[in-house]
Nanobody, 114 residues
């Protein structure tokens, strides 16, 4: 399993970012996928889930209405569109094949300045 995240960066509060995750080494289209994050000094937090075919999604309450998870199975790529970013969204963001984040990529840093 290889997961490579990209798209993070420094953004002002209220701004937007789109994260990508390139997946390889497993049948991507058969797996539900997850985004998890780790804020400074805190543990891993589940952020969003998408079903294998992209028909079902779920979000942690603090990001509902602001984040959107999607996927392109033809490109083995997972996305997270983040809008109306807040300082509390600052974290290292990982894509993962399990909700606990045990099998995840190296992460991409998102820093939101207030």
């Amino acid at each position: 399993v290889q997961l490579v995240e990209s798209g993070g960066g420094l953004v002002q509060a209220g701004g937007s970012l789109r994260l990508s995750c390139a997946a390889s080494g497993f049948p991507f289209a058969l797996y539900g996928m997850y985004w998890v994050r780790q804020a400074p000094g805190k543990g891993l937090e589940w952020v969003a889930t998408i079903s294998s075919q992209g028909t079902d999604t779920a979000y942690v309450d603090p990001v509902k209405g602001r984040f959107a998870i999607s996927r392109d199975n033809s490109q083995n790529t997972l996305y997270l569109q983040m809008s109306s970013l807040k300082s509390e969204d600052t974290a290292l963001y990982y894509c993962a094949i399990d909700q606990a984040g045990k099998s995840r990529g190296q992460g991409t840093q998102v820093t939101v300045s207030s």
